[in-house]
């Protein structure tokens, strides 16, 4: 069959063997399979990658000299069962993209052991893949697996529907966290990039307010929203509190542990998404945000980097890092988009077909133009082309 291997950083169309099912497995016809900025960062620096993945006992992700089929974010139509399986011929799914290969698991797309979806078939396991419900359209359910990590990293900021969140970054990963923090009710959403495409598409997939940081700080409005920006305005609150709370008839102590009880002692703060993953930006935020705030840590940075823990330990900065989704995230991100709570339609900007990949990579670093490119097998595009 025909794929897409990366070897060296370059990319070529070449003819693979074709996969077989084993027990509890599948083999899937790829109807799409999107190109996510983790197999940018792989083609160029999986050994950095590969490294890193070692160090916490993964042996097995992708090395340059490797020749590699990427391709995690896909789509297909089941073509052949193993023994076990639940899934029939002829079913339209989405799969999880791990693969077991006998007593190890394998990242799908990401390993010499697990080819992927950059290719005419896939092999997935059976357990692991989920029926596209609805009546969804095949294409739009590859994009599940970029909405899980968005999904992932709304939970892991655990938002209040009434807190502000700011997503810094509005690439594909920070416009799955607009959308999903959306999709899970948030009122405000503040999005900020220095791409005016980019922008658009934030403001399209729901963002409340958008902004230039060029021209703007994406905390400007801070003390609108009761948002602490100063120590002396944090010293001032805790003085003046226990003041007012003084003067009741009941030991203040006793009050602020009620409130505090019910979350109602801790200051306003906003959950900042850093979705760009480039040295500096973890700094900038630290330096720049409000106090007390929580910033999840969602783009993944390639190369060393550096923030002052000094700033962080005065603003009481909250710093999480996240990493895929589990499989009841992917479970839920599918139903979203199939119950209609989430339409990330807008953020498909162009198809190309297996001779057009390494021009699609050319392609998406130019953030006016694209977003997110889809693989269609079958198609002969070698630019990408409306959806």
């Known amino acids: 069959m025909r794929a897409v291997t990366v070897s060296k950083s370059e990319l070529n169309v070449s003819d693979v063997a074709a996969p077989t099912p084993g027990n509890g497995q599948l083999v899937l016809d790829v109807v799409r399979c999107g190109i996510c900025g983790s197999d940018l960062h792989a083609r160029h620096h999986a050994d950095a990658v590969a490294d890193i993945a070692a160090e916490i006992g993964y042996t097995g992700f992708m090395r340059p000299n490797e020749s590699v089929v990427l391709g995690h974010e896909f789509s297909g139509i089941v073509s052949a069962v193993g023994r076990g399986s639940r899934l029939k011929e002829g079913t339209p799914v989405v799969s999880f993209p791990l693969l077991r290969k006998g007593s190890e698991v394998h990242t799908t797309g990401l390993s010499v052991h697990a080819p992927g979806g950059y290719a005419e078939q896939v092999l997935v396991q059976d357990a692991l893949s989920i029926a596209i419900p609805n009546g969804l359209a095949t294409d739009v359910a590859a994009l599940t697996e970029p909405l899980a990590v968005g999904l ?6 655990e938002v209040g529907k009434g807190q502000v969140a700011i997503v810094i970054g509005c690439g594909p990963v920070g416009l799955a966290v607009i959308m999903m923090l959306k999709a899970q009710g948030v009122r405000t959403v503040i999005a900020s990039d220095f791409s005016a495409g980019r922008r658009a598409l934030a403001t399209t997939c729901g963002a409340d307010v958008v902004v ?88 993944v940075c390639m190369e ?84």
Do not use: Q
């Open 152 to 157: 992932h990293a709304v939970r892991r900021g």
């Open 212 to 299: 230039d940081p060029a021209t703007e700080s994406p905390y400007s409005s801070a003390a609108s929203h009761g948002h602490i920006v100063g120590g002396p305005e944090m010293f001032e609150l805790g003085v003046s509190t226990v003041e007012k709370l003084g003067k009741l008839p009941v030991p203040w102590p006793l009050v602020w542990r009620a409130a505090d009880k019910l979350g109602a002692a801790t200051p306003k703060h906003p959950v900042i998404f850093e979705c760009v993953g480039v040295p500096g930006v973890i700094e900038e935020i630290i330096s720049t945000a409000p106090l007390a705030s929580r910033v999840v840590v969602v783009g």
């Open 304 to 387: 060393p980097d550096r923030f002052r823990p000094s700033m962080a330990i005065n603003k009481e900065i909250d710093l999480r890092f996240v990493l895929g989704y589990t499989p009841l995230e992917f479970h839920d991100a599918l139903h979203l988009l199939a119950d209609g709570k989430v339409n990330a339609e807008p953020i498909i900007t162009g198809v190309v077909g297996l001779e057009g990949v390494s021009g699609a990579f050319d392609a998406l670093k130019d953030p006016e133009t694209h977003a997110k490119i889809l693989i269609d097998p079958t198609s002969s595009a070698t630019t990408p082309v409306p959806r």
